[in-house]
């Protein structure tokens, strides 16, 4: 019966319903957005940004992202049923959606992502997604950061009160009324890779700066 649910659940009409049932319950939070202006002034000159946060803090980022509908973001989620669910529920909210993972169609799903990024100039990635390790910032932040010529814009979200799943990101569902902070940090420009080490160095960094922001199992 759980099978046919999420079976269901990955049709356009459900992730409408789904879409404006986050919506309806986001609209409870008292949520502040911080340093929000310094990359929103790059996108409104022409500039490229690709936002990054953890998986386990996506929830509310179904909110923010409808915010910014007028400049086409765009996001990566995995072929899984539940990235089927995600993706029907994040394009009700006007994103447009590249299907694959590291682990599945990792290639072409990031080729996708830079051609959307190039086009639209706004982006979200989800940095330990979709089977974690949690905390762990895999790949294809920087690849999709280069290939599309964009910044860097690292995001968390805390809540004063949340439930946490029992899953391998504890994800985070803010609890009715709770008050929300998103803060974006300073944007980060990569400079040009010369060597693999330096494609390390700059995956490490983003990580040392949002990892202290993750609440870990």
């Given amino acids: 019966m759980f099978k046919k649910l999420r079976k269901i659940a990955t049709t356009r009409i459900a992730g409408t319903f789904l879409y ?25 000159k022409g500039g490229r940004v690709l936002i990054c946060l953890w ?14 509908k007028k400049y086409n973001p765009c996001v990566m989620i995995s072929r899984s049923l539940d990235g089927d669910i995600g993706t029907r529920v994040v394009e ?29 100039g706004l982006g979200a990635h989800i940095l330990d997604g979709p089977r974690g390790p949690a905390g762990v910032v895999k790949t294809g932040a920087i690849a999709i950061a280069h290939g599309a010529e964009a910044l860097i814009v690292p995001a968390f979200v805390t ?3 949340a439930w946490y799943a029992r899953s391998w990101d504890r994800f985070l569902i803010p609890k009715p009324f709770a008050r929300i902070t998103v803060r974006f940090c300073s944007n980060i420009t990569l400079p040009p890779l010369k060597n693999k080490d330096d494609f390390e160095s700059q995956r490490k960094n983003l990580e040392n700066i949002l990892r202290p922001h993750l609440i870990l199992p």
């Fill in 20 to 44: 404006v049932m986050i919506r309806l319950y986001s609209a409870t939070f008292r949520v502040k957005m911080e340093n929000e202006a310094e990359w929103v002034e790059t996108l409104e």
């Fill in 55 to 68: 998986h386990q803090q996506f929830f509310i980022a179904v909110r923010f992202l409808s915010r910014y």
């Fill in 92 to 120: 009700a909210g006007g994103v447009s959606v590249a299907r694959g993972s590291s682990s599945r169609r990792g290639s072409a799903a990031l080729k996708e992502m830079i051609d959307m990024l190039k086009k639209s």
């Fill in 159 to 161: 809540a004063d009160r």
